[in-house]
């Protein structure tokens, strides 16, 4: 079901023509069109505005209006470029309409000189204000009408993105030939009953509309058209992930015993909280299932994830199967083993730390994990090496899962059952970003701390507190408590003005902290140099540790409560709020005191976020809103192509609906191969099929 007909394969082949056998392109058009991806007639057809020039308001000079954003044409009568001194320029253009005049006028851009010639018709869009007796636009939009017959109609203008050697009016011609001559061929993947329904616009209408919309309300419809597939058609993928996953009978059932839940329960030195219980009865639900598990697990820093996963492997290992904790660097991965070893060393369970510092028992341990004589392997990515073989491998448990990619994670399915997956993350997640690329996992949500934590509270400093902040930095050392100090650099840089690892710990062990005991910790130290700085420091031999952030994730030391961060300004909100988290693993109060110099409006709303507040989820949706789903949390490592005009932030309430419209399709069409779905089908393996291994649909 869902083979391409010959009609459609003729259509597939003409889209995929070569762009530079469009009319109006040939070879020199096209090397300058594939610098913006452009390749085929697909490409062309389908390389959306990246915003829109709206001259339904084209004035006459004499009915201009201060600040009022307008389009004016007019007749290019005077050019002239001044110096303004020290370096800065000023370039004037004035245009006539009869008898009225507009000045135009650019700062600091010589360039704008050349692209004005007397007698020119342009349009300028801005606002204008009074200045010297004449009307004046800053910095205004241009067209050349000459060039562009379509600005001079008014209207909305689709702007595309360019690169040097083409121009908006090429772009403009070229996409409206491209439509004009095979906008009619595309398929209508929805079904026309789901067009209805759901009020969206056919495709050619749609493809119409978002390249030469004729007022807003039209580009509008065109958009949420797009909108709705892109993020309908994403749902579409991952719900048919899921739904492969629960169909794949091939998982271990795991049940949860009360006499199994005591024996582990006794393991834990405290009580858990309702947060965690609530986690473990969702993660044991799963667990006493036959097809895998695939559960998120998200908290804020210090929100007791990892006893929650210790619960799941235990679980695991009373039913006979291993477990193994992948964890993204050596030294979370060692901390990950010394608290399993605190909470284990009365139990029967065999464990071993497996990477890549194993050296010579290397294939001794291989061989034990083979043989099932392990029951836990806790280690980095060394577990999904090639010569890596489990016996009987129950439960997978991915700490910072975002850090490892999915064939990493894939790596690990090689026996011949299919593991249960249970991953990991002390960065909460914006609902908008948890649906649109993990939808396929169920989540757990970890919002309550262990009774006891106290917040921290954290101070943006400037320079002149310094002093001050060291003075109190010293009196908390004396009372007892340990504190870190994190830089940026490893090393000096000549390129980038920041604190480095070494300076740092030269100045204050030779400056404010003479009188401590100081060590220093980073990425590129020995395995063994970076075990002996984090236990001297974990026994409290040493009362500064100055890092890097590598300190980001996993490191638990109670009784450090003090930490100073350098060059804050460098560093990403998620970041900030990790290293924050290592001094509230205790019931002492932390301090956290940030020195920076934010050059740029994204830096400074970063860094009054982070000192605001201590509750990541809050976080979270500002970080996201600072810089967008693309680079937020790293999803783009999920292999997932960035969306052309869905926007998780803008489009949240489109995203829900999709997401919902989706689930109820795969329901009633689990494979999608009614006849009506397969243009559906289609469209999603070959966008998503690859990255999330959906070889298995229909």
């Keep these: 079901m869902g083979v391409m007909s010959t009609q459609d394969k003729g259509v597939a082949e003409r889209l995929a023509t070569p762009v530079q056998f469009l009319k109006g392109v040939g070879p020199d058009r096209a090397e300058l069109l594939a610098r913006l991806g452009v390749r085929t007639v697909r490409d062309l057809i389908f390389l959306f505005p990246r915003d829109y020039q709206d001259l339904t308001d084209v004035r006459l000079i004499r009915d201009l209006e201060p600040g009022r954003l307008v389009s004016v044409i007019g007749k290019v009568v005077d050019v002239d470029a001044k110096s303004l001194g020290w370096g800065r320029t000023m370039v004037v253009v004035l245009v006539h309409q009869g008898s009225d005049a507009l000045r135009g006028v650019w700062f600091n851009q010589p360039f704008m000189r050349n692209k004005f010639a007397l007698g020119q018709e342009v349009m300028f869009s801005g606002k204008a204000k009074r200045h010297d007796e004449l009307w004046e636009m800053a910095h205004p939009r241009v067209a050349w009408l000459e060039e562009d017959e379509s600005a001079g109609a008014g209207g909305v203008l689709p702007l595309y ?13 070229l996409v409206r030939a491209a439509l004009e001559a095979h906008g009619d061929l595309l398929e209508e993947v929805f079904p026309e009953s789901f067009l209805e329904s ?19 309300p039209r580009l509008e419809q065109a958009r949420r058209r797009f ?45 858990l909280t309702a947060a965690q219980n609530a986690a473990i009865d969702e993660i044991a639900r799963d667990l006493a299932r036959s097809f895998p598990m695939n559960r998120l697990l998200q908290g804020d820093v210090g929100s ?28 979370l991965a060692r901390q990950h083993a010394a608290t399993l070893e605190r909470l284990l060393s009365a139990s029967h369970v065999r464990r ?28 980095t990515q060394a577990v999904v090496q090639d010569d890596v073989r489990f016996a009987r491998l129950g439960l997978v448990v991915i700490d910072e899962q975002h850090k490892f990619s999915v064939v990493q994670r894939a790596a690990l399915k090689r026996s011949a059952l299919d593991p249960h997956y249970l991953v990991m993350t002390a960065t909460p997640i914006p609902r908008t970003v948890t649906i649109a690329n993990f939808g396929d996992l169920d989540v757990s949500t970890l919002r309550e701390s262990p009774p ?15 002093e001050k902040w060291w003075t109190f930095f010293r009196r908390k050392l004396t009372e007892g408590r340990q504190g870190y100090v994190v830089t940026p650099l490893v090393d000096d840089s000549d390129e980038i003005a920041a604190a480095s690892l070494e300076a740092t710990f030269e100045e204050l062990a030779n400056g404010p902290l003479e009188a401590f005991r100081l060590d220093l910790v980073h990425g590129r130290m020995e395995a063994a140099e970076k075990d002996r700085a984090m236990d001297a420091f974990r026994r409290g031999q040493t009362q500064v ?34 290293l924050r988290g290592r001094i509230s693993r205790g019931t002492a109060a932390g301090f956290c005191c940030v020195f920076a110099n934010p050059q740029t409006d994204e830096a400074r709303q970063r860094l009054e976020a982070f000192v605001s507040t201590n509750d990541g989820f809050q976080l979270a949706e500002v970080d996201l809103a600072l810089r967008g789903p693309g680079e937020f949390f790293g999803t783009r490592q999920h292999g997932m192509s960035p969306f052309r005009v869905a926007d998780l932030l803008q489009d949240a309430a489109v995203l829900e609906e999709a997401r919902a419209d989706a689930l109820q399709m795969v329901e009633s069409d689990p494979g999608l191969s009614l006849p009506q779905h397969v243009r559906l089908r289609r469209m999603v393996l070959a966008r998503y099929g690859k990255a999330l291994d959906l070889g298995d649909v229909g």
């Design 161 to 173: 993105p360019l690169t040097e050697g083409l121009k908006q009016w090429h772009l403009r011609r």
């Design 198 to 216: 759901h009020a969206l616009l056919p495709i050619g209408r749609a493809l119409a509309e978002i390249h030469f919309p004729a007022n807003k």
């Design 227 to 271: 909108i709705y597939q892109e993020l309908f058609v994403l749902q579409l993928a991952l719900a048919l992930r899921h739904r492969i996953r629960q169909d794949r009978a091939g998982a271990p059932v795991l049940e949860r015993t009360a006499k199994i839940d005591a024996r582990i329960r006794r393991l834990f030195p405290f009580p």
């Design 304 to 331: 007791g994830k990892t006893v929650v996963a210790v619960y799941a492997m235990l679980l695991a290992v009373a039913h006979g199967y291993q477990t193994v904790l992948m964890a993204p660097t050596e030294i």
């Design 352 to 379: 071993v730390l497996l990477t890549s510092a194993l050296g010579t028992r290397r294939k001794e341990t291989l061989e034990k994990i083979a043989d099932g004589q392990i029951d836990l392997v806790v280690g």
């Design 452 to 466: 006891g934590r106290q917040p921290v509270r954290t101070y943006l400093a400037t320079p002149e507190q310094r």
């Design 545 to 578: 540790l100055v890092s890097t952030t590598v300190i980001e994730v996993g490191v638990d030391v109670p009784n450090a409560t003090l930490m100073t961060i350098e060059g804050g300004e460098r560093y990403g909100l998620a970041q900030l709020h990790q």
